[in-house]
């Protein structure tokens, strides 16, 4: 027997309050509810800022290298989008660079998203973007480099840093 649909949502929505807490940016009364937090989603709230410096609400993409963009979100859903953090779920392209970049493969891990710590965004007066990306891996991890002095770990979370372009 199948989980239903609704207590998948239900476990999704659980796991993206918890990583909430765990951000330091859960929401100020445990009892908002989801249509609440929908309400605060109009325009006008914090933003993301794509590689080539495009401010961007609930985008269906983002990449995350903007160097050379070997690592990248696709296929975006967002549950959540507000003024302090936003919640979503994708999946997560990496190039494997075997046998080097140009020559390897992308390969691709679901992911839960949350995007926090929303600042004001130099240079435009008014407009705050979030800072800080947390991904969590519910099945397949991917390769993660200089993790505590180990060359490769596969952590089950991992959070970057978000600068404006």
Not at 87 to 113: H, M, W
Not at 132 to 140: F, H, L, Q, V
Request: net charge positive; hydrophobic share 35%.
């Amino acid at each position: 027997m199948h989980p239903s649909p609704s207590r998948h949502a239900a476990a999704f929505t659980v796991i993206l309050l918890a990583l909430g807490f765990l951000a330091g940016c859960a929401p100020a009364h445990i009892g908002t509810t989801v249509s609440a937090s929908l309400a605060e989603n109009q325009a006008g709230s914090t933003v993301v800022v794509g590689c080539s410096g495009q401010q961007q609400n609930r985008p269906s993409s983002l990449v995350l290298t903007c160097a050379d963009a070997n690592d990248a979100l696709t296929a975006l859903h967002w549950v959540s989008w507000a003024n302090n953090q936003a919640f979503g779920t994708g999946t997560e392209k990496v190039n494997t660079c075997r046998p080097d970049c140009a020559d390897g493969k992308l390969v691709s891990y679901q992911a839960l998203i949350t995007l926090w710590r929303p600042e004001p965004l130099p240079g435009h007066p008014g407009v705050r973007y979030f800072t800080r990306i947390t991904r969590i891996y519910p099945a397949n991890r991917p390769p993660l480099y200089n993790c505590q002095g180990k060359h490769t770990c596969y952590p089950l979370t991992s959070t970057l840093s978000l600068a404006p372009s």
